[in-house]
């Protein structure tokens, strides 16, 4: 079982909320709560990024 690291865990939530924000603000038609949801979404994929890469780096170093 893989553990999670604060960013890849930091990304998930960032993009759940973005995904919540995006949808809302597409029912609602508000515009700038839909693109804060994008927005969020694309922060969430970045830390979650650095985070796997982290995560790597660990992975690797670990095995010496």
Do not use: C, H, P, Y
């Amino acid at each position: 079982m893989a553990v999670v690291n604060k960013q890849q865990a930091e990304g998930k939530f960032d993009k759940a909320k973005g995904e919540v924000k995006e949808v809302a603000g597409k029912a609602i038609g508000d515009e700038q709560l839909e693109a804060e949801g994008a927005w969020d979404k694309v922060k969430g994929n970045v830390k979650e990024g650095v985070g796997n890469v982290k995560e790597a780096v660990r992975e690797a170093t670990d095995g010496d």
